[in-house]
């Protein structure tokens, strides 16, 4: 599925961050991670077009969260990918309004994770 064809963004989003993956294989966490990261792109995409500086602390805030607790998977690929998005939120979220640093983060979340959306 292309995140584009979503309804709602961040109500997948938030759906994604709640349910309970930390009991599933490493590969599948991966895959899991990934798509959440594509997301959080999708909604600071988003948050930009229509200048809303509130959304882009929020969903940081509620990505950095619930992403940390992977932090400690044993699969290491899993590690990698949580340890960049999560640092990437941080920024984002400890930012205190938009200013070229800001929206240079902002850019570069977009390109990266810019794909569709990777079957599970």
């Not at 993956?21 to 988003?46: D, E, F, M, W």
């Not at 990918?81 to 570069?108: D, G, K, M, N, Q």
């Amino acid at each position: 599925m292309h995140r584009r064809h979503l309804p709602d963004v961040e109500v997948t989003l938030e759906s994604m961050l709640k349910s309970r993956v930390a009991t599933l294989p490493g590969h599948i966490q991966s895959v899991y991670v990934q798509n959440i990261c594509k997301l959080y792109g999708r909604v600071l995409s988003k948050a930009e077009a229509s200048d809303d500086d509130e959304l882009v602390q929020r969903a940081s805030r509620l990505v950095s969260e619930h992403l940390a607790l992977f932090v400690h998977s044993a699969d290491l690929e899993v590690q990698e990918r949580v340890s960049t998005a999560v640092i990437l939120c941080y920024l984002l979220y400890t930012a205190e309004s938009v200013c070229p640093c800001v929206c240079f983060i902002v850019h570069y979340a977009q390109i990266q994770f810019s794909v569709d959306l990777t079957q599970i």
